[in-house]
């Protein structure tokens, strides 16, 4: 079992920058995969990036490609999302997710999920 936890949300101008993170507890996190997702009102939940078990391997939605950047710290069991270059259409609320070894883009595979936290671009 793993909980997750988001924070760092908050509301930015359009070209701003934040960084989220999710800690989490529980057992084996160093073997999990750790996505991001985002859902927006009145749209479906999307993949945003996701992070191998190592941090070796790494995968961004076309949308955050070159904007954001995932990362992981397996000694404080927290994943983070550094997101550059902010614009409105990123306003949503941001999930973490976690699953055990492969790291796929779809939101039902993953096993866990935070609570998520909102994020808010105004332009």
């Known amino acids: 079992q793993v909980q997750l936890v988001e924070s760092g949300g908050g509301l930015v101008q359009a070209g701003g920058s934040l960084r989220l993170s999710c800690a989490a507890s529980g057992r084996s996190f160093s073997t999990y995969t750790m996505g991001w997702f985002r859902q927006a009102p009145g749209k479906e939940r999307e993949f945003v990036s996701a992070i191998s078990w190592s941090g070796g391997k790494t995968s961004y939605a076309d949308s955050v490609k070159g904007r954001f950047t995932i990362s992981r710290d397996n000694v404080k069991n927290t994943v983070y999302l550094q997101m550059n270059s902010l614009k409105p259409e990123d306003t949503a609320v941001y999930y973490c997710?976690?699953?055990?070894?492969?790291?796929?883009?779809?939101?039902?595979?993953?096993?866990?999920w935070g609570q998520g936290t909102q994020v808010t671009v105004s332009s």
């Open positions: 997710a976690a699953r055990a070894f492969t790291m796929p883009i779809e939101a039902h595979e993953y096993d866990y």
